[in-house]
Nanobody, 122 residues
């Protein structure tokens, strides 16, 4: 199984980025997908997650209204659209997958990508 993130980079506050997570080696449509982030000195947090079917997106409060998670099962790819970025969004963002129905709980994720760095300057 391989998950490869892309789309990270450096932006100024208020800017936008779109992250992609390309999956291979698994039947992508059988897995829920989560986007996680970890900032220096902080614990990893589940930022957004989406069901296998693409329904039921869930977000951490700090990104609601700014981030949008989506997926294209035909392309085995998930996305995280990030708008109105803030300096506190700076982190390494990783995607992960789970077959557990409790996709909104971080402890059930088992396959992980390497991550992509997002840096937001003020």
């Amino acid at each position: 199984v391989q998950l490869v993130e892309s789309g990270g980079g450096s932006v100024q506050a208020g800017g936008s980025l779109r992250l992609s997570c390309a999956a291979s080696g698994l039947t992508f449509r059988d897995y829920a997908v989560g986007w996680f982030r970890q900032a220096p000195g902080k614990e990893r947090e589940l930022v957004a997650a989406i069901r296998r079917s693409g329904t039921g997106p869930t977000y951490v409060d700090s990104v609601k209204g700014r981030f949008t998670i989506s997926r294209d099962n035909a392309k085995s790819t998930a996305y995280l659209e990030m708008n109105n970025l803030k300096p506190e969004d700076t982190a390494v963002y990783s995607c992960a997958t789970t077959k557990n129905v409790q996709y909104y709980r971080s402890e059930w994720y088992n396959y992980w990508g390497q991550g992509t760095l997002v840096t937001v300057s003020s």
